[in-house]
């Protein structure tokens, strides 16, 4: 089984400003990965399929890049609903579809 | 309105059963494949089990399967998913999730989720 690993658990970042989160795979899951995201109390949403597309209605403030081992999802200029848990999942080799442990946005 | 609703969670012994529900409504259900994920109180997500379009075929994680038993009615536009034997470690607020018509493996609409809680 795949094993996903994200870093860092938990970002502090100021609204207005970026936030980059990593995604690191045990081994090579091509660009089949997925990122979603979780509010409190809520459903998890995706924002991103095949480690750079954006699902629909996802604003263009969230992109995602990388390939094989190596993932990054940015937001580029944090606004007030963005602070959120974040998860990253490989679907290449599936099932079984991991997910990373989660890193939580919170405010500065 | 585009949706899945899940129902059927609650209080359950350890060792005993449970049946939840997903009714899907404002899209052609019987084109999607369906996941169940889960999410114990306070971690991650974890993927439980899918099954196709037309039920042909069904999966599960191995800390499920042999216990659970996905299933779905497209005539109802309804899933289940029948929980045996169910343990302490199977709390947990359980998801049902479409996935997309071409990327089965991600799930691309989630409902609000529905508590399962096992105690002795």
């Known amino acids: 089984e795949i094993v996903m690993t994200q870093s860092p658990a938990t970002l502090s970042v100021s609204p207005g400003e970026r936030a980059t989160l990593s995604c690191r795979a045990s081994q090579s899951v091509s660009s089949s990965l997925a990122w979603y995201q979780q509010k409190p109390g809520q459903a998890p949403r995706l924002l991103i399929h095949?480690?750079?597309t954006r699902a629909t209605g996802i604003p263009a403030r969230f992109s995602g890049s990388g390939s094989g081992t190596e993932f990054t999802l940015t937001i580029s200029s944090l606004q007030s609903e963005d602070f959120a848990v974040y998860y990253c999942q490989q679907y290449n080799n599936w099932p079984p579809g991991t997910f990373g442990q989660g890193t939580k946005v919170e405010i500065k | 309105q585009v949706q899945v609703v899940e129902s059927g969670g609650g209080v359950v012994q350890t060792g005993g059963s449970l049946r939840l529900s997903c009714a899907a409504s404002g899209f052609a259900f019987s084109s999607y494949g369906i996941h169940w994920v889960r999410q114990a109180p306070g971690k991650g997500l974890e993927w439980v089990a899918f099954i196709r379009s037309d039920g042909s075929n069904k999966y599960y994680g191995d800390s499920v399967k042999g216990r659970f038993t996905i299933s779905r009615d497209n005539s109802k536009n309804t899933l289940y998913l029948q929980m045996n034997s169910l343990r302490a470690e199977d709390t947990a607020v359980y998801y049902c999730a479409r996935s997309g018509i071409t990327i089965f493996a991600v799930a691309t609409l989630w409902g609000q989720g529905t508590l399962v809680t096992v105690s002795s």
């Open positions: 095949g480690a750079s």
